[in-house]
């Protein structure tokens, strides 16, 4: 069964969301998935505003949704083509993170896929802002796709994937989101490992460890390096040039809030093909 039947697009019209509902039309198409293309936009009146001018707002807010609407469609049909594909569109007026949380709960989605570096709203991302609140909060698996430097228009092309595994269930549902990916795009996936002297979470057999289910769905090749974790993976993503680097993402529990690790981060901002992130479920 796949693992993906609703896909989350959040959009605010920059380049990077005009990358990001296309790699969404082209997950959906491969997995015969719907898509919820989602714009937020967020309006803070002024403090000195009477009762009447905040009444007016609210009215010129609900009188402009469905113009919002065919706005959203035109440019989703600019980007991604029109034809015969699974989509809808939700306009809500909330700050971007918490509308994107709200819809990913409402409509059931299983993978968020969204542009980083955007203008306002989704515009600082990566992270400190959107992203990391969604990432901090959800346990769903969220594609990023950032256009390279001088590429407008990126076609999604998923020829070889890029998985960093250790011993954690994070890294398992990575390889196992990765492995099913690559079954559905055509793709080749190397499960890389970075061992580090003296740190827990290694693996003897990486060749064993990779369970047979994942193998019987595309091509896997194991590849072992040793240093750096953040270094090795941004250095194997380069040399191999990776379409599509997925990768998990621990959390932990410092007193009463929850944080997620260092590398993660520090791997998405480095990189130059998009990530999927795979939390802990």
């Given amino acids: 069964m796949t693992p993906v039947r609703t896909i989350l697009c959040p959009i605010d019209f920059s380049k990077h969301s005009a990358a990001a509902i296309r790699y969404a ?44 609407r065919e706005a959203v469609k035109t440019f989703v049909e600019e980007q991604a083509g029109q034809g015969t594909w699974d989509y809808e569109v939700v306009i809500r007026e909330a700050p971007p993170a918490e509308g994107i949380l709200e819809v990913a709960a409402e409509t059931g989605a299983d ?42 228009a990126p076609t999604p092309k998923v020829e070889h994937i890029l998985c960093p595994v250790d011993n954690s269930p994070a890294s398992r549902r990575a390889l196992e989101l990765a492995t099913w990916l690559a079954h559905c795009a055509g793709a080749t996936v190397t499960a890389l490992h970075v061992e580090q002297a003296g740190v827990a979470g290694g693996i003897e057999d990486l060749c064993s460890w990779i369970p047979a289910e994942e193998r019987a769905r595309c091509e896997v090749r194991e590849l072992l390096r040793v240093g750096d974790p953040r270094e090795e993976v941004v250095r194997a993503s380069r040399e191999l040039n990776a379409d599509l680097l997925v990768i998990g993402m621990r959390r932990k529990r410092l007193a009463d809030r929850t944080v997620i690790g260092s590398t993660t981060p520090a791997v998405v901002r480095a990189v130059d093909c998009p990530v999927l992130v795979v939390p802990e479920a």
């Avoid at 990566?126 to 001088?150: C, D, F, N, Y």
């Fill in 111 to 152: 993978l968020i896929v969204m542009g980083t570096h955007g203008r306002t709203g989704l515009g600082r991302l990566l992270l400190g802002s959107i992203a990391e609140q969604v990432l901090h909060a959800s346990t769903l698996p969220t594609l990023l796709v950032r256009p390279k430097p001088g590429v407008e």
């Fill in 25 to 68: 039309r082209s997950v959906a198409a491969c997995a015969r998935a719907r898509v919820v293309v989602f714009h937020a936009h967020r309006f803070e009146p002024p403090p000195y505003f009477t009762q009447a001018q905040m009444e007016e707002l609210a009215r010129q807010w609900a009188a402009a949704i469905e113009p919002a």
